[in-house]
């Protein structure tokens, strides 16, 4: 079974603070994903990357940076944590081959930015 | 622009019944998937169903069927036979080019006994 983790199920910061969040994947997939999701908004992309070393934003990428130094893991860092990004965050991660490219998600962060 | 419409916030659906999920889209690439997952209230993402715009046959697994009506735009998902375990959040999602998707806003179904 492919298995997403990710390093925190609830994480409490306060405002200016950096956040990582952090996942890892078991599959060899290529490619990797950040979303955010909030009530009644859905999932909404906020970073993808492709391959190691390899970023590119998503719709909503403002306040955020990644990093994925290997091909397993792909960090999500609040630079300067605010109020509005408290919110669920989900990594999900697939194979680079064409076909049905199912996302695998990861549990899910909850943080609170207080 | 990728778009992709949720239009039933929440619904009730008795068990054993059917029930459908409506889901439209708008995009303007020729070549696009549509998914479903479903989100139990532990959290995490299930992949239920995929359909390519190019398939001719609409897509079935088990339960799940989509009901894919291009022409209009829609992807409705139908749930046979409703079991208390369908009780969970139903988002559909409009892949682009790259396994990009853009999810709905989502329909809560809960079933009930």
């Known amino acids: 079974d492919v298995k997403v983790t990710q390093s925190s199920r609830y994480l409490v910061k306060r405002t200016g603070e950096k956040v990582f969040l952090e996942c890892v994947q078991d599959m060899d997939h290529e490619n990797m994903f950040w979303y955010r999701q909030d009530p009644g908004l859905g999932l909404r992309l906020i970073y993808f990357s492709y391959d190691v070393k390899m970023k590119e934003k998503g719709d909503i990428p403002e306040g955020y940076s990644v990093s994925r130094e290997k091909k397993e893991r792909f960090s999500l860092i609040l630079e300067s944590a605010s109020t509005n990004q408290t919110s669920m965050y989900l990594c999900?991660?697939?194979?680079?081959?064409?076909?049905?490219?199912?996302?695998?998600f990861g549990p899910g962060t909850r943080l609170t930015v207080t | 622009a990728q778009k992709i419409t949720q239009t039933q916030p929440g619904m009730f659906v008795q068990e054993k019944e059917a029930v459908t999920l409506d889901c439209t889209y708008d995009?303007?690439?020729?070549?696009?998937?549509l998914f479903w997952y479903k989100q139990p209230s532990s959290g995490e993402m299930i992949f239920l169903i995929y359909?390519?715009?190019?398939?001719?046959q609409n897509a079935t697994e088990g339960r799940y069927s989509l009901n894919f009506q291009k022409a209009r735009k829609s992807a409705n998902l139908v749930i046979s036979a409703s079991q208390l375990g369908d009780s969970a959040m139903y988002f559909c999602a409009l892949e682009a080019a790259g396994n990009k998707l853009t999810f709905g806003g989502g329909t809560r179904v809960l079933v009930k006994p």
């Open positions: 359909q390519g715009s190019y398939d001719q």
């Open positions: 999900a991660s697939s194979l680079g081959t064409s076909g049905t490219l199912e996302q695998y």
């Open positions: 995009t303007s690439d020729p070549s696009y998937g």
